[in-house]
C-alpha cells in the first residue's frame, strides 16, 4: 500500500491541466481518500508504471509529489475520522 | 505466487457498473457508490438486477476479470469472457485425455479419492473439534468412507468410479447433519437436494457451491484449461464440467466447512430462509451479503499446501490446483497431485 500525495501548481492553464492528468493517473490505481490524498494497493510492477507516470507529469520547478509506503500491514497504520471512510480494498466488496 | 485478488459482489438492486479509465465505477441512481481500480479486482459477481456497460465488459476480458451474472437468489446465469487465450497445446492435450477413457479415469480417481479423503477428515474434525451429539453415526460415515477409499485402489472405469463417488457422497451427506450442533432444529439435515434446495442447509450449500463454481472456472481459464471439458463429468452444453471436477475436492475445505461454523456459530439465523410455495428455500438479502463476507474472509485464510509446501491463502487453493492440472496435461508431472486436506 502506498499512499500517494501531490500538489500541483494551478495558477497557469498548463499547471491545471497537469493537475487533471496527476488525479486521473492516482484514480487508475488507487482510491481517492481526500482532495489530493491517495490510497493505491499495487504490486512491484504497478508501483513502478504509476510511479514513472507521475514523475513523467508534473513540472518538477512547480509541483511536489510525496509517496508514503506503508507496506503490508498497512491496516494498522491508518487511522480515518470523519466522514467518508472509504472502503478496504482487501476487505469484503459488497454493494 | 500470485497475489489474491478482491472479488467485488453487487446486490443492490437497479446498481449499473460503468468504466472509467481504469475503473469500475458502481452507480445507483446515476449516484457513483464506488470507485475502484481494476487491478485489485479478480473477479466481479452480479446479482438479479445489474447491468454492466459494454465498455467494463471489455476491460474485464482485456484483464481476465471473471464477470458473472447470478440471479437475485443466487444461481448462476451468464458469465462473460474475453479472447480466447491461452495456450492451445495445452487445451488440446486437456481435450485428447479427455477422450482417452482409461487416463481419464486415472486422473478422476485421483480427484475423487481426494475428495472422500477430505471429507472423511472433515467428519473426523466435526467430531474432534465440536460436542458432536451422535458420535456413531459420523463414526460408521467415517468407517465407510475407509471401505470405499480402499475400494478404490484397483483401477476401474469411469462408470465404476462415478458410483463409488455417488455412494460415498451418500454416506457423507447423510451424516453431515450431524455435524450441525447449534440451532440443530431449524437447520436439520437429511441428504442433498437441489433446484431448488428443500430446506435451509441445502440453501447454504448451493450458494456456496456457486461461488465456489465461479472462482474455479476462472482460475481455470486464467491458466489456459477449458473449464467445460471434464474428465469425471460428462462434457454437456453450458456446463462447466471440469470446474466441477476441480471442485470436487475443495468443496469439504472450503464450502462444506463454511456452511458448518456460519450455522454453529450463529452467523445466520433460520428468519433469514424463506420457502416458496414451490418448497423451495431461498436467503433474504441480509444473510447472502452474511455469506458472501464469509466467504471473502474464508478466502483469506491461510493454509499450508501440502504438495507445494507453501503457505498459502484458501482463496488461492482453486488457482494452484489448475496450475498443477496444467502441469499434468503438459506431461511436466507424471501424475496430477490433488489436495488431500490432513
Redesign the interface.
Known amino acids: 500500500m502506498v499512499l500517494v500525495t501531490y500538489d500541483v501548481n494551478t495558477v497557469s492553464v498548463a499547471g491545471q491541466r497537469r493537475l487533471r492528468h496527476v488525479a486521473k493517473l492516482c484514480e487508475n490505481y488507487g482510491q481517492r481518500v481526500q482532495n489530493s490524498v491517495f490510497e493505491c494497493l499495487v504490486d512491484p510492477t504497478q508501483w513502478v508504471q504509476l510511479k514513472n507516470g507521475l514523475v513523467k507529469l508534473i513540472d518538477d520547478e512547480k509541483d511536489s509529489l510525496r509517496f508514503y509506503f506503508l507496506g503490508a500491514n498497512w491496516r494498522r497504520r491508518v487511522e480515518h475520522i470523519g466522514t467518508r471512510p472509504g472502503y478496504d480494498p482487501e476487505g469484503s466488496l459488497i454493494v | 505466487m500470485k497475489?489474491l485478488l478482491?472479488?467485488?459482489?453487487?446486490?443492490?438492486q437497479g446498481?449499473y457498473l460503468a468504466k472509467?479509465?481504469?475503473?469500475v465505477v458502481?452507480k445507483?441512481e446515476r449516484e457513483e457508490?464506488?470507485?475502484?481500480?481494476i487491478?485489485?479486482l479478480e473477479g466481479i459477481c452480479c446479482f438479479g438486477n445489474v447491468s454492466c456497460s459494454p465498455f467494463l465488459m471489455g476491460l474485464c476480458g482485456e484483464r481476465g476479470v471473471g464477470l458473472s451474472f447470478f440471479s437475485e437468489s443466487g444461481r448462476f446465469m451468464a458469465r462473460s469472457i474475453g479472447a480466447i487465450s491461452g495456450n492451445v497445446l495445452l487445451r488440446k492435450a486437456q481435450y485428447r485425455l479427455s477422450e482417452d477413457g482409461d487416463n481419464s479415469a486415472k486422473l478422476a480417481r485421483n480427484m475423487i479419492v481426494a475428495k472422500i479423503a477430505n471429507c472423511r477428515t472433515s467428519i473426523r474434525r466435526g467430531v474432534r473439534d465440536a460436542h458432536v451429539l451422535d458420535n456413531r453415526t459420523l463414526e460408521t460415515c467415517s468407517d465407510r468412507l475407509t471401505v470405499i477409499l480402499a475400494e478404490l485402489k484397483k483401477t476401474m472405469d469411469l462408470a465404476s468410479l462415478r458410483g463409488k463417488e455417488g455412494e460415498a457422497a451418500r454416506a457423507y451427506f447423510s451424516a453431515f447433519g450431524n455435524l450441525i450442533t447449534s440451532q440443530a432444529e431449524d437447520f436439520s439435515f437429511h441428504g442433498r437436494n437441489r433446484r431448488p434446495p428443500q430446506d435451509n442447509v441445502n440453501a447454504l450449500l448451493s450458494f456456496v457451491y456457486t461461488l465456489l463454481c465461479h472462482d474455479v472456472s476462472n482460475a481455470l481459464e486464467g491458466v489456459g484449461l477449458d473449464p467445460q471439458v471434464g474428465f469425471l463429468h460428462r462434457d454437456r452444453p453450458g456446463r462447466a464440467s471440469l470446474a466441477l471436477d476441480l471442485m470436487e475436492e475443495l468443496r469439504p475445505l472450503i464450502a462444506d466447512r463454511l456452511v458448518l461454523s456460519l450455522i454453529n456459530r450463529r452467523q445466520v439465523s433460520p428468519s433469514g430462509f424463506i420457502v416458496r410455495e414451490s418448497g423451495g428455500v431461498i436467503m433474504d438479502e441480509q444473510t447472502r451479503?452474511k455469506v458472501?463476507?464469509a466467504y471473502?474472509?474464508r478466502k483469506?485464510d491461510e493454509f499450508r499446501h501440502p504438495f507445494l509446501d507453501e503457505k498459502i491463502s484458501l482463496g488461492l487453493l482453486p488457482y494452484c490446483q489448475s496450475l498443477l492440472l496444467a502441469r499434468f496435461l503438459r506431461g511436466d508431472l507424471p501424475e496430477y497431485p490433488p489436495l488431500r486436506w490432513r
Open positions: 497475489k478482491n472479488t467485488l459482489f453487487v446486490m443492490t446498481a472509467k479509465g481504469e475503473t458502481v445507483v457508490r464506488l470507485r475502484l481500480p487491478h485489485n451479503k458472501l463476507g471473502q474472509k483469506q
